[in-house]
């Protein structure tokens, strides 16, 4: 069936430092792959998302490729600041899994001042 | 507009009280959908509603009742809750049940505490 791996958090920067949040994912087909953000007390919001294979999505500074040869859609950011620490959520959304959310565990990312 | 509201933001209730959570859009999004959510966890899936239809049930215990009164707005009630049952629940909707590359729009939630 259809799985999400991410990275084990959390994940703590410097702000301004370089961030890569790895996620991979295992389905059959083409599915669609999405991160969320959570910020503390609050429901998740849609960072960015890609649907085909080479598509990058990009928001707020942050992007993600579709990598179909390695089965992965690593979230990066050249330079963090203090207001991006949240949880991020990879999520994958293709047939074998009726069409519902498959979602990775999350990583808590703090970025220090 | 692009947003989803739920309605309220917190309720704490006894196991022995019936409340109702609510959830609103206006995006005409067809597909809407309940999840739970615990602490440093993921959403789970519990219900997803097409069409104002009843699509996926995902083995959720009864003392959960999911109500589609229209396209716009979707309930659930609450009966009997055990203290595990505290979560934040949240409420979504995407544009069709079945399009694969599109995005669920998720609201603020309910932080429930069952005492």
């Known amino acids: 069936g259809n799985s999400v791996t991410q990275m084990e958090g959390p994940v703590t920067l410097s702000e301004e430092a370089f961030l890569t949040i790895n996620c991979t994912y295992t389905?059959?087909?083409?599915?669609?792959l999405f991160w969320y953000v959570q910020y503390p007390g609050e429901g998740l919001q849609l960072l960015l998302k890609?649907?085909?294979a080479d598509d990058k999505g990009s928001n707020k500074g942050f992007e993600a490729t579709y990598r179909k040869e390695t089965t992965s859609f690593h979230l990066e950011k050249g330079s963090v600041q203090v207001s991006d620490s949240a949880v991020y959520f990879c999520?994958?959304?293709?047939?074998?899994?009726?069409?519902?959310?498959?979602w990775g565990a999350g990583t808590k990312l703090i970025i220090k001042p | 507009d692009t947003e989803v509201t739920q309605t309220p933001k917190h309720l704490v209730m006894g196991m022995t009280n019936k409340k109702s959570l609510k959830c609103e859009q206006h995006?005409?999004?067809?597909?809407m959908y309940w999840y739970k959510q615990k602490a440093k966890k993921p959403p789970e899936l519990m219900f997803v509603y097409s069409y104002e239809k009843l699509s996926i049930n995902e083995s959720v215990p009864s003392r959960f009742s999911p109500e589609c009164p229209n396209s716009s707005l979707l309930n659930l009630h609450l009966h009997a809750l055990q203290p595990e049952d505290s979560a934040l629940y949240l409420c979504a909707s995407s544009q069709e049940i079945n399009l694969v590359g599109t995005e669920a729009f998720f609201g603020q939630g309910t932080r429930l505490t069952v005492v």
């Open positions: 999520a994958l959304r293709g047939l074998d899994s009726n069409y519902q959310l498959i």
């Open positions: 389905a059959t087909g083409y599915p669609s």
């Open positions: 890609a649907t085909k």
């Open positions: 995006m005409g999004h067809r597909a």
